[in-house]
């Protein structure tokens, strides 16, 4: 998907099945294939239903998101076909699923900045997942401290891709923000409300305080923050 994923598991379990299926992922879903079924379906020369089932899957979990996220959350984000701001945050999840069912009840996988916890680094020590500062390379917003039931953590703005979130409203760049966090139980779900979030502009500052088991940390394009009333973390 045209980022990296790395994996912090301090008791080992085999990685190979794990890696094999983000592997298939990125050759099915990935827009930066031009052979992927995503790519294929978005050129027309297939159908949903000539794609494996996850597609499908995917198609009708996003059509859910954008009517929850009021438009904001969109596979046509510049009117092209790309579900990267749902496929990212599902792949890693299931990887962490995947490592969960294998035995490792306490590990961290970050793909490109959207991350899933579970458990603990060591008795009585929690993962503690930097959100990196897009206006300074290098340097943190803020440490989050993950609970061992764990947690799940998306980013969506500058950093990782420069300028490519779009506000589907209006067909424009999202020039407010200048990146978007969201914490909560599902990585799926954090990684689209990021990205629609980001796309919302000043609308999130409302929008985000809906958001069941859900929380946002904001750094604005001048460098100011905000967050919503149960987002914590440590300076």
Do not use: Q
């Not at 589907?168 to 779900?189: E, K």
């Amino acid at each position: 998907m045209g980022t990296v994923v790395s994996f912090d598991v301090p008791s080992f379990v085999g990685l190979e099945p794990v890696l094999d299926w983000l592997h298939w992922v990125d050759g099915v879903f990935s827009p930066f294939r031009p052979d992927s079924e995503v790519s294929r379906l978005g050129r027309g020369e297939i159908d949903a239903g000539d794609c494996v089932p996850e597609m499908t899957e995917m198609l009708a979990t996003c059509e859910r998101l954008h009517r929850d996220t009021i438009g904001y959350f969109t596979i046509y984000p510049d009117g092209r076909f790309d579900p990267c701001g749902y496929v990212k945050g599902w792949a890693i999840e299931h990887a962490s699923d995947m490592l969960a069912d294998a035995g490792s009840g306490d590990h961290i996988v970050n793909g490109g900045g959207d991350v899933a916890c579970r458990g603990e680094r060591a008795p009585g020590s929690p993962w503690r997942v930097g959100v990196t500062n897009p206006l300074s390379p290098g340097a943190l917003a803020c440490t989050v401290a993950a609970p061992p039931a764990g947690l799940a953590i998306a980013t969506s703005g500058l950093a990782e891709r420069g300028l490519h979130i779009f506000d589907p409203i209006t067909g424009r760049p999202a020039l407010t923000f200048a990146s978007v966090t969201i914490t909560g139980p599902s990585l799926t779900l954090a990684d689209a409300y990021a990205t629609a979030a980001y796309a919302m502009g000043d609308a999130a500052r409302d929008w985000v305080e809906t958001m069941d088991g859900y929380e946002a940390l904001v750094v604005t394009l001048d460098g100011d923050t905000w967050r919503s009333a149960g987002f914590h973390y440590e300076a």
